[in-house]
């Protein structure tokens, strides 16, 4: 469905994530015809760029990113919708080009994406208010990080607040607009088959991993603030926890799925310093190999304080208080620098009663669930088959579904989903404020432990599935990460 029109500004707009992600996004809707004619992309920044001098710079630091180079012909259409608008967002008296590059019809959608490190997110609002352009129009868009703890979080939803009503608010989870994790939702309530099972009952753990080769890059100065904990599981991680875990909503409308997530998190079991202690490792990556090339270690990486405590890495193991979850471990694990690049959700069944054949009931596989965000998008489900030949042995064996190979649909890559979502107005894949603060609220017993006890990350190779302490963790419950339990090559 074509988009109606729009003006969509982004404060950041010559920034790293801008130039990587958001205006390629764009780029795939223009090239698919899905934009108007008229639709405008403002790039917002202090630089005093010309016109001329800011498409020069997108020609060289976004086109790069764009999977299929542009024909000439489209990119110059898509070109021909950028406008620059240099301002400083702390001084309102800087917006007046912004708001002469707008333009004024209540008709049109309005969009503003804050691109920008967070601690503009209050001012950004605030200008806009005073001089005029927060119109009933108008969305807001916040990127990550969403506060460092839940004082921060608060304060950010109360500023935003100010001047937009939560229904105009998007806060952005990219993982919400990965393929994956919206077929969770449609296996889950769309089959018949699972709902009845998704329970303690009949479900032994959960794991879900997201694993990076990539280390922290360029981004080393806002990294060190934040770490695993707070970059990758308080949001990535407890996000895919919830479309696990939640109940059924009683649709997809926006306030039906955030209550559901909201109730899980708000049931998710608090640590104590004991519990903590126990059941959450936190890792540094050190040097290493990855793809067989040496990598350095987090602390040799270029501006990295000299003895940084901040974790690349972090495995928990969490625990929901409902009659559905009571019991069941929901193992997470998140890191930098590890073995492959993966992102899944395992939902392990529990083994069988009793055996009517010849083999021990120990040596049924428990059935499994393995849903695949990347690096492939997909699913897996482990059963035990008979094995051909005249006797009765059963094996492990696997039904395998790959979203790309039965659906030759073209696929929106995440930043793309959720900017067109947020054109449309469609917020069920942000998340709620109130939804935020329960995330952090979960979070900060963890980072008030480390930092009370100065705690220091264990060390783990790089290229390697991080600390031996996160398979001692699961090890403890009789269970392997999914990765250690597959059988070797
Ligand atoms: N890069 C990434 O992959 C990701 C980034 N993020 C988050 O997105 C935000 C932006 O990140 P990123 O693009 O990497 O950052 P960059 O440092 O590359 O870009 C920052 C942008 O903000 C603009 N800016 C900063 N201060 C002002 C100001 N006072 N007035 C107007 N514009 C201003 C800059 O313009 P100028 O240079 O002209 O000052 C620039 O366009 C950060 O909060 C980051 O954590 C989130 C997920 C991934
Ligand atoms: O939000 C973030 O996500 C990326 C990982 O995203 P993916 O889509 O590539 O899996 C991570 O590298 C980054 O540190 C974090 O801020």
């Not at 039906?256 to 998190?265: C, E, I, P, T, Y």
């Not at 696997?398 to 979502?421: K, N």
């Not at 398979?471 to 392997?480: H, M, N």
């Given at each position: 469905m074509a988009l109606s029109d729009f003006d969509l500004v982004f404060f950041g707009g010559s920034g790293d994530l801008a130039m990587r992600k958001l205006l390629p996004a764009m780029y795939a809707r223009d090239v698919c015809d899905d934009l108007p004619a008229t639709a405008r992309i403002v790039c917002v920044g202090r630089d005093a760029f010309s016109q001329e001098e800011f498409l020069r710079f997108v020609e060289k630091n976004s086109k790069p990113h764009i999977k299929e180079t542009p024909a000439d012909a489209t990119w110059a259409r898509f070109l021909q919708r950028i406008v620059y608008v240099a301002l400083d967002a702390t001084d309102a008296a800087s917006f007046g080009p912004l708001a002469e590059a707008l333009r004024q019809d209540a008709a049109l959608t309005r969009v503003y994406y804050l691109a920008t490190p967070p601690h503009l997110f209050a001012t950004i609002c605030d200008n806009l208010a005073r001089t005029g352009l927060a119109t009933p129009n108008s969305r807001v868009v916040l990127e990550k990080p969403l506060g460092r703890d839940l004082a921060s979080a608060r304060q950010i939803n109360l500023d935003v607040g100010k001047v937009f009503a939560e229904s105009q608010i998007y806060r952005i989870d990219h993982y919400l607009g990965k393929e994956t994790v919206q077929n969770l939702l449609a296996l889950r309530f769309g089959n018949i088959l699972f709902e009845p099972l998704w329970r303690r009952e009949w479900i032994s753990d959960v794991q879900i991993t997201i694993a990076?080769?990539?280390?922290v890059g360029n981004r080393l100065g806002y990294y060190d603030t934040s770490g695993a904990l707070r970059d990758m599981l308080q949001n990535h991680l407890l996000q895919l926890l919830c479309i696990v875990a939640m109940e059924p909503p009683t649709s997809i409308a926006p306030d039906a799925v955030r209550d559901a997530k909201l109730q899980v998190l708000r049931s998710l079991k608090r640590f104590t310093p004991t519990t903590l202690a126990q059941n959450i490792v936190r890792g540094q990556y050190r040097s290493g190999h990855i793809d067989g090339q040496a990598v350095p270690g987090y602390r040799d990486e270029p501006d990295a304080p000299k003895g940084s405590r901040t974790e690349t890495f972090v495995a928990m193991k969490a625990e929901i208080d409902t009659w559905r979850w009571a019991g069941v471990p929901f193992y997470l694990r998140t890191g930098k620098r590890m073995a492959d690049r993966l992102a899944e959700i395992v939902v392990r069944f529990k083994p069988i009663p009793h055996s009517i054949f010849k083999q021990p009931t120990s040596s049924f596989q428990p059935n499994s669930l393995v849903i695949r965000l990347q690096p492939d998008e997909g699913l897996s489900m482990n059963l035990m088959a008979k094995t051909p030949g005249d006797s009765m042995r059963l094996k492990q064996a696997e039904l395998e579904l790959d979203f790309r190979e039965q659906f030759t649909s073209p696929r929106m890559e995440a930043y793309e989903r959720l900017l067109v979502d947020v054109l449309r107005g469609q917020l069920t894949l942000f998340m709620r404020g109130d939804e935020l603060e329960a995330a952090w609220e979960w979070v900060e017993p963890i980072l008030e432990y480390w930092e009370q006890n100065d705690s220091a990350p264990l060390p783990y190779t790089s290229g390697t599935w991080g600390p031996a302490a996160a398979s001692a963790l699961i090890g403890r419950d009789g269970l392997q990460w999914r990765e250690e339990a597959l059988p070797e090559d």
């Amino acid at each position: 469905m074509a988009l109606s029109d729009f003006d969509l500004v982004f404060f950041g707009g010559s920034g790293d994530l801008a130039m990587r992600k958001l205006l390629p996004a764009m780029y795939a809707r223009d090239v698919c015809d899905d934009l108007p004619a008229t639709a405008r992309i403002v790039c917002v920044g202090r630089d005093a760029f010309s016109q001329e001098e800011f498409l020069r710079f997108v020609e060289k630091n976004s086109k790069p990113h764009i999977k299929e180079t542009p024909a000439d012909a489209t990119w110059a259409r898509f070109l021909q919708r950028i406008v620059y608008v240099a301002l400083d967002a702390t001084d309102a008296a800087s917006f007046g080009p912004l708001a002469e590059a707008l333009r004024q019809d209540a008709a049109l959608t309005r969009v503003y994406y804050l691109a920008t490190p967070p601690h503009l997110f209050a001012t950004i609002c605030d200008n806009l208010a005073r001089t005029g352009l927060a119109t009933p129009n108008s969305r807001v868009v916040l990127e990550k990080p969403l506060g460092r703890d839940l004082a921060s979080a608060r304060q950010i939803n109360l500023d935003v607040g100010k001047v937009f009503a939560e229904s105009q608010i998007y806060r952005i989870d990219h993982y919400l607009g990965k393929e994956t994790v919206q077929n969770l939702l449609a296996l889950r309530f769309g089959n018949i088959l699972f709902e009845p099972l998704w329970r303690r009952e009949w479900i032994s753990d959960v794991q879900i991993t997201i694993a990076e080769k990539i280390g922290v890059g360029n981004r080393l100065g806002y990294y060190d603030t934040s770490g695993a904990l707070r970059d990758m599981l308080q949001n990535h991680l407890l996000q895919l926890l919830c479309i696990v875990a939640m109940e059924p909503p009683t649709s997809i409308a926006p306030d039906a799925v955030r209550d559901a997530k909201l109730q899980v998190l708000r049931s998710l079991k608090r640590f104590t310093p004991t519990t903590l202690a126990q059941n959450i490792v936190r890792g540094q990556y050190r040097s290493g190999h990855i793809d067989g090339q040496a990598v350095p270690g987090y602390r040799d990486e270029p501006d990295a304080p000299k003895g940084s405590r901040t974790e690349t890495f972090v495995a928990m193991k969490a625990e929901i208080d409902t009659w559905r979850w009571a019991g069941v471990p929901f193992y997470l694990r998140t890191g930098k620098r590890m073995a492959d690049r993966l992102a899944e959700i395992v939902v392990r069944f529990k083994p069988i009663p009793h055996s009517i054949f010849k083999q021990p009931t120990s040596s049924f596989q428990p059935n499994s669930l393995v849903i695949r965000l990347q690096p492939d998008e997909g699913l897996s489900m482990n059963l035990m088959a008979k094995t051909p030949g005249d006797s009765m042995r059963l094996k492990q064996a696997e039904l395998e579904l790959d979203f790309r190979e039965q659906f030759t649909s073209p696929r929106m890559e995440a930043y793309e989903r959720l900017l067109v979502d947020v054109l449309r107005g469609q917020l069920t894949l942000f998340m709620r404020g109130d939804e935020l603060e329960a995330a952090w609220e979960w979070v900060e017993p963890i980072l008030e432990y480390w930092e009370q006890n100065d705690s220091a990350p264990l060390p783990y190779t790089s290229g390697t599935w991080g600390p031996a302490a996160a398979s001692a963790l699961i090890g403890r419950d009789g269970l392997q990460w999914r990765e250690e339990a597959l059988p070797e090559d």
